[in-house]
């Protein structure tokens, strides 16, 4: 244990409040101990940008994304690392089918993947390394393995030898024989063993490379995330995320590449994995043609009805996704802007300290989400129902606080229940809406019940309340 754990685990316990994670390593939910409380150091695998992302891609980026604010809520600073994977076979695949410059085309798509995440209320990561832009450092960790013959060249790969690494295995809690026999493991002639992985692979004229000791090539996947993550956070990090089909072999190959080449015990002190998304009883996959892209969705629903039922389910569990849980999502956020709208009047302080403490025990508690979205519910009622205005700038600034940490009720409550499609004109609702409300002054009920069915042809429903007529686009 460094010398900051201990510093922490004596001395600044009562600091912080507790934050438990679930650790994949022990397979069991852990207090939280930093390597050093002065800088959290959290990693996340991101996407291999050669198509448009989908929302199985989006909910590791989401959770992790409320990991984060969590972890900046409680210490003064976290470095958060999201990495872009840029060179693989599969963008090399693609881009040359279509003709496309292979720099150019994955480079298309990670703007691509940012743009739909942004549109979650994701916040950037604080680091966004390039596989591409750290290729010394991938061969000099490959240089090292070699050296401490934890790998070998071979034709003009190199290989890592599993069986140098007494621990593999442990973290997705295999052994080397059942992964040989049940895994899907390239076989070839220059491998020492069926479960040796590539570090480095021969590229032709045709294909991306760069010059190393081993001959022209490009990385594996495997490596690039463990150069990328010692080079911007260390030889041991905080906690290493990701999703729970990573586990093996990506995240067991990552310890071991890691572990033999710094020469350390550990890689990540905590493993935490986010678990998949279900599209009605099955589970969403490319072999199911079940995919469902975040550009077609965010289309129709906004981001943040989104992220809502992304996190609707604890980040371990997997999340059911249908046209009922993301009318439901929908029926759920709208509900809760109404209330903002209806109190919009009300000014409050947005601050970390007005941020119920059952929220954040709640979050503390394995990013126990849905227990949270019950206390927001809860205080969106109570603030419907206060009378006050004391009652309502209270149970309002809790809202929009929490809503702050979790990337929520972040738009304005009237732009909110507006439509983002150029196609419907403001303006004109607007006019219509004072024509009615003229009609129904003078009486003249026909009028009215015409304008509204005129709007309602418009896809426009109406609310009539205390404080005047509101609009908003039928879901």
Same mark, same amino acid.
């Given at each position: 244990?460094?010398?900051?754990?201990?510093?922490?685990?004596?001395f600044?316990?009562?600091?912080?409040?507790?934050?438990?994670?679930?650790? /994949?390593?022990?397979?069991?939910?852990?207090?939280?101990?930093?390597? %050093? $409380?002065?800088n959290?150091?959290?990693?996340?695998?991101?996407?291999?940008?050669?198509n448009?992302? @989908?929302?199985g891609n989006?909910?590791?980026?989401?959770?992790?994304?409320?990991?984060?604010r969590?972890?900046?809520? +409680?210490?003064p600073?976290?470095?958060?690392? #999201?990495?872009?994977?840029?060179?693989?076979?599969?963008?090399?695949?693609?881009?040359?089918?279509l003709?496309?410059?292979?720099?150019?085309?994955?480079?298309?798509?990670?703007?691509?993947?940012n743009?739909?995440?942004?549109?979650?209320?994701v916040?950037?990561?604080?680091?966004?390394?390039?596989?591409?832009? @750290?290729?010394p450092q991938?061969?000099?960790?490959i240089?090292?393995?070699?050296?401490?013959e +934890?790998?070998?060249?071979?034709?003009?790969h190199?290989?890592?030898?599993?069986?140098?690494?007494?621990d593999?295995?442990?973290?997705?809690?295999?052994?080397?024989e059942?992964?040989?026999?049940?895994?899907?493991?390239?076989v070839?002639p220059?491998?020492?063993? $069926?479960?040796?992985f590539v570090?480095?692979?021969?590229?032709?004229?045709?294909?991306p490379g760069?010059?190393?000791?081993?001959? #022209?090539?490009?990385?594996?996947?495997?490596?690039e995330?463990?150069?990328?993550?010692?080079? +911007?956070?260390?030889?041991?990090?905080?906690?290493?995320?990701?999703?729970?089909d990573?586990?093996?072999?990506?995240?067991?190959?990552e310890?071991?590449?890691?572990?033999c080449?710094?020469?350390t015990?550990?890689?990540?002190?905590?493993?935490? +994995?986010?678990?998949?998304? %279900?599209?009605?009883?099955?589970?969403?996959?490319?072999?199911?043609? %079940?995919?469902?892209?975040?550009?077609?969705?965010a289309?129709?629903y906004?981001?943040?009805?989104?992220?809502w039922?992304?996190?609707?389910?604890?980040?371990?569990?997997?999340?059911?996704?249908?046209?009922?849980?993301? @009318?439901?999502?929908?029926?759920?956020? !709208?509900r809760?802007?109404?209330?903002? #709208?209806?109190?919009?009047?009300t000014?409050?302080d947005v601050?970390?300290?007005?941020?119920?403490?059952?929220?954040?025990?709640?979050l503390?508690?394995?990013?126990? /989400?849905p227990?949270?979205?019950?206390?927001?519910?809860?205080?969106?009622?109570?603030l419907?129902?206060?009378?006050?205005?004391?009652?309502?700038?209270?149970?309002?600034?809790?809202?929009?606080? /929490?809503?702050?940490?979790l990337g929520?009720?972040?738009?304005?409550?009237?732009?909110?229940?507006?439509?983002?499609?150029?196609?419907?004109?403001d303006?004109?609702?607007?006019?219509?809406?004072?024509?009615?409300?003229?009609? #129904?002054?003078?009486?003249?009920?026909a009028?009215?019940?015409?304008?509204?069915d005129?709007?309602?042809?418009?896809n426009?429903?109406l609310e !009539?309340?205390?404080?005047?007529?509101?609009?908003?686009?039928? %879901?």
């Amino acid at each position: 244990m460094s010398f900051y754990r201990i510093k922490y685990s004596l001395f600044n316990y009562n600091k912080f409040m507790s934050l438990n994670l679930y650790n /994949t390593k022990s397979g069991a939910k852990e207090v939280f101990i930093p390597i %050093n $409380p002065d800088n959290i150091t959290l990693y996340l695998c991101g996407p291999t940008v050669y198509n448009y992302a @989908h929302i199985g891609n989006a909910r590791p980026a989401v959770v992790f994304d409320v990991l984060n604010r969590l972890l900046k809520h +409680h210490y003064p600073k976290v470095t958060y690392a #999201r990495n872009i994977t840029d060179i693989d076979d599969k963008i090399n695949k693609s881009a040359m089918e279509l003709g496309q410059n292979i720099k150019k085309y994955s480079q298309k798509y990670a703007d691509i993947y940012n743009h739909d995440l942004k549109q979650l209320g994701v916040l950037p990561p604080d680091i966004e390394p390039y596989a591409t832009d @750290h290729i010394p450092q991938i061969i000099a960790m490959i240089k090292e393995l070699i050296e401490k013959e +934890h790998a070998y060249a071979a034709e003009g790969h190199v290989l890592f030898s599993v069986e140098s690494y007494k621990d593999y295995g442990k973290l997705s809690n295999r052994k080397i024989e059942d992964m040989i026999a049940g895994a899907r493991v390239e076989v070839a002639p220059y491998k020492k063993s $069926p479960a040796d992985f590539v570090l480095w692979k021969p590229s032709d004229d045709s294909l991306p490379g760069w010059n190393s000791p081993w001959g #022209r090539g490009r990385p594996g996947w495997h490596i690039e995330c463990s150069a990328m993550c010692k080079e +911007h956070l260390g030889d041991i990090i905080d906690i290493h995320a990701g999703g729970r089909d990573l586990v093996f072999p990506h995240h067991e190959n990552e310890v071991a590449q890691s572990c033999c080449a710094n020469d350390t015990e550990s890689f990540a002190n905590y493993w935490v +994995h986010n678990g998949m998304i %279900n599209m009605g009883n099955q589970k969403m996959s490319k072999s199911l043609g %079940n995919i469902l892209l975040i550009k077609d969705v965010a289309e129709k629903y906004k981001g943040e009805v989104i992220r809502w039922l992304l996190l609707s389910a604890q980040y371990r569990q997997s999340v059911d996704w249908s046209e009922d849980s993301i @009318h439901k999502a929908q029926k759920t956020m !709208d509900r809760i802007y109404a209330t903002l #709208r209806d109190n919009q009047k009300t000014t409050v302080d947005v601050n970390k300290d007005k941020i119920p403490d059952s929220i954040i025990k709640a979050l503390d508690d394995d990013l126990n /989400t849905p227990i949270a979205f019950a206390e927001i519910n809860k205080l969106s009622k109570q603030l419907a129902k206060a009378e006050s205005e004391e009652d309502k700038k209270h149970y309002k600034s809790q809202l929009l606080s /929490t809503g702050e940490l979790l990337g929520l009720f972040l738009e304005d409550s009237e732009a909110w229940f507006k439509s983002d499609n150029a196609e419907i004109d403001d303006q004109k609702i607007d006019l219509l809406i004072e024509q009615r409300n003229q009609a #129904r002054e003078n009486k003249d009920w026909a009028k009215s019940d015409e304008i509204r069915d005129e709007l309602a042809a418009m896809n426009i429903v109406l609310e !009539d309340s205390a404080n005047g007529t509101r609009w908003s686009v039928k %879901n």
